[in-house]
Nanobody
Framework: VQLVESGGGSVQAGGSLRLSCAASGRSFSRYIMGWFRQTPGKEREFVGGISWSGASTYYGDSVKGRFSVSGDNAKNTVYLQMNSLKPEDAAVYYC?????????????????WGQGTQVTVSS
């Protein structure tokens, strides 16, 4: 599975961005897909995830109510819609895939990772 993120950029606080993660190699519908973010000197933080069936989504506490994860099986693409962005949301965002996980929020459980896309939020 190869994952390629896109859609990062600069936005003012309160604005929105939509990140995309295009998967190739296998249909992502068989995988758990997660979004993580990381800033220098900090551990990778779970942002949100979606089960392979698309029936369940999960979010980190810091983004609940502002971010949403969705998927398009036909396009093999997962999206992260980010609304009401705050300066503390600025980070490199990564998508990740795993065939199965015991804890969706644990980065170590994901086997495949994209290269990341930078999100900058100005106050």
């Amino acid at each position: 599975v190869q994952l390629v993120e896109s859609g990062g950029g600069s936005v003012q606080a309160g604005g929105s961005l939509r990140l995309s993660c295009a998967a190739s190699g296998r249909s992502f519908s068989r995988y758990i897909m997660g979004w993580f973010r990381q800033t220098p000197g900090k551990e990778r933080e779970f942002v949100g995830g979606i089960s392979w069936s698309g029936a369940s989504t999960y979010y980190g506490d810091s983004v609940k109510g502002r971010f949403s994860v969705s998927g398009d099986n036909a396009k093999n693409t997962v999206y992260l819609q980010m609304n009401s962005l705050k300066p503390e949301d600025a980070a490199v965002y990564y998508c990740a895939a795993a065939f199965m996980v015991t804890t969706m929020s644990k980065a170590g459980e994901y086997r495949y990772w994209g290269q990341g896309t930078q999100v900058t939020v100005s106050s």
